[in-house]
């Protein structure tokens, strides 16, 4: 493999990495629902109506690890069917990941660690998620590549925000525990935005030309989440 090539896997392989703890944390809460541990206060909730987190672990796994593939310029060139079939399995993955998240928010009992403030940004980014991918959708019908890539590295940013947050979250459990109320509410605000604006940056790094060929994005993000 080429150094070039090696390169090209770095932004993949770093996502995947990313996205390591909160899927492991999903399916480990798969395995709690489906083995009848113990019911406590903490996952009552999930057993008490347990479709929507299901829903919400497996769309959200799929759209983070697959996704994070759709960011191989290489692999894209070489099999541009392969990345149109992939990115339309994303959209509906997507979408269910943000429409199960915001369910959860807003008919699940509250846990005792999050507060109002915590649940409106939720209900912010989660709406935001869903209006990413439409509009990356709705680009690339009209075959407006630039802004698909856009809207889609946007929406995929958010979706990710899991993973930053458990870095955000790190620092802050070791030096002062479990964070609660607006301390929690705050660094999960940071994990969104971290990945929002190495987004921005990496969208605006340079321009990009449109490869007609390919029908889907030529994202040239250099660093999507961090």
Known sequence: MTVSAKREWLLPVGLIVLSAAPVIAGAARVAELTSGATVTQDNARFFASPVPVLVHIFSV???????????????????????????????????????????????????????????????????????????????????????HRAWMARGYAIGLGAGTQVLTHLPWILLAGQPRGLGRALLMLAGWLINLAVTEWALRKGPTKPTPSLGLTEPRVGALAS
């Open 61 to 147: 796994t799929l759209y983070c690890l697959l996704g994070a593939f759709q960011f191989a310029r290489g692999l894209r060139r070489r099999r541009p069917a392969w990345h149109r079939t992939t990115g339309r399995l994303l959209v509906p993955c997507g979408l269910a990941a943000a429409l199960s998240g915001l369910w959860m928010t807003l008919f699940y009992p509250r846990p005792p660690s999050d507060g109002e403030l915590l649940t409106g940004f939720r209900l912010v980014f989660g709406s935001a998620m869903v209006g990413c991918i439409v509009l990356g959708f709705a680009a690339i019908r009209r075959r407006d590549i630039a802004r």
